[in-house]
């Protein structure tokens, strides 16, 4: 079994910055793609970022240039830093891992960003 376990997210105000980290134990082979999804209240789930393990990483058009995505393979972790928040990033978000063709997912984080 794969376990992640996410931490960080909480509450900002607009503007403000929150890093997440989610951490995978277990039964780990090779992690391939790490990435994060959120889902805000009342809409369908959307990705965030995606990284490779050589490191190429990729972003929706809604975070780009705010959020970074970070890995460290030896750890089997992943980072989110969220910058320059906005009131329409409240959500919770998920960390997802790829392993050999199968996906897992956090538990899920909760980030509030108001106003």
């Known amino acids: 079994q794969v376990q992640l376990v996410e931490s960080g997210g909480g509450s900002v105000q607009s503007g403000g910055s929150l890093n997440l980290s989610c951490a995978a134990s277990g039964s780990i082979g090779r992690i391939g793609v790490m990435g994060w999804s959120r889902q805000a209240p009342g809409k369908a789930p959307e990705w965030v970022t995606s990284i490779h393990n050589i490191g190429t990483a990729y972003f929706a058009d809604a975070v780009k240039g705010r959020f970074t995505i970070s890995r460290d393979n030896a750890a089997n972790t992943v980072f989110l830093q969220m910058t320059s928040l906005k009131p329409e990033d409240t959500a919770v978000y998920y960390c997802?891992?790829?392993?050999?063709?199968?996906?897992?997912w956090g538990q899920g984080t909760q980030v509030t960003v108001s106003s």
């Open positions: 997802r891992v790829e392993i050999l063709g199968s996906t897992y």
